[in-house]
């Protein structure tokens, strides 16, 4: 099937997240943004706080899709050099900008310092990325989008983001449960229903024992077309009743 709709990559960056003491869920939300605008999510990096790797990281993903989500390293402290490697990325240069730094006076008042000021450099040629939580501006440099790490800022920039995306077509899920069987029960039923729908996405995904003790698998079945992803579930459920296997549809 021909690969029309934008391509995405992500790439987390901060020693915080490789070293365990921060746990990322920016990635986990920029993916379920990304799918609902069609828009598929091919590839992700985790990079600490090392400008030559940032920078040769930033230039292969930017090269190789649509769009490329940054997340973290843009705040007031020595270690926030996200900025600086994006303008280096680019061959441009970076300073304090005006409108950003307005942005940032009125959020602080006497209270910005040399510190937060930092906050207001922006590379050349960058468009500003609103922060509706604490004001202090993602920015937009080509195909690169340039957001904080704190996860309910990062969410809230989305919002500023989606008129600026072409998206694709919306991709449909559906989930059917199976319960008190493994993944090995119906490992053949699925593999058959992918080699049947080739242009369609089948998952499996274990589950149990929790508080209820059950155990069983939700097999989540994706596409663009709503009608085949809806008619291969049917496909899917028929032949694990066939094998004795029942089946429950999820929301």
């Known amino acids: 099937m ?32 990304l799918a609902a605008l069609g828009i598929d999510l091919l590839e992700a990096r985790t990079v600490g706080d090392r ?5 040769e990281a930033l230039n292969a993903l930017r090269a190789a899709h649509d769009y490329v989500f940054t997340t973290g390293g843009i705040g007031p402290t020595h270690d926030d050099i996200t900025a600086d490697c994006v303008a280096e990325a680019f061959g441009v240069a970076i300073g304090e ?12 008042g006497d209270e910005l310092n040399e510190a937060r000021r930092r906050m207001a450099r922006i590379p050349d040629g960058g468009v500003l990325i609103a922060n509706p939580v604490t004001d ?44 008190g ?19 369609l996405s089948f998952g499996s995904y274990p589950f149990g ?14 596409g663009r077309d ?9 496909a899917l459920a028929a032949a694990l009743g066939a094998a004795g296997i029942s089946t429950s549809r999820q929301a």
């Open 209 to 222: 024992a929790g508080s209820d003790g059950e155990v069983g698998t939700n097999l989540v079945v994706r």
């Open 97 to 108: 900008r005006d409108d950003a730094l307005a942005i940032l006076e009125r959020r602080y």
């Open 226 to 234: 709503a009608a085949a992803v809806e008619a291969a579930v049917d």
């Open 51 to 55: 400008p030559g790797q940032i920078i």
């Open 136 to 179: 202090a501006p993602g920015f937009q440099i080509g195909n690169v989008f340039v957001m904080a790490g704190v996860p309910r800022i990062m969410t809230a920039m989305l919002e500023d983001l989606v008129p600026r995306l072409r998206t694709g077509a919306v991709v449909h899920a559906r989930t059917l449960r199976v319960t």
């Open 2 to 33: 021909e690969h029309t709709s934008p391509t995405a990559a992500v790439l987390i960056i901060g020693d915080e997240i490789l070293s365990g003491r921060t746990a990322d869920t920016n990635l986990n939300t920029i993916a379920r943004f």
């Open 181 to 199: 069987v493994g993944e090995g029960a119906i490992a053949a039923p699925l593999a058959e229903a992918a080699r049947a729908s080739r242009d």
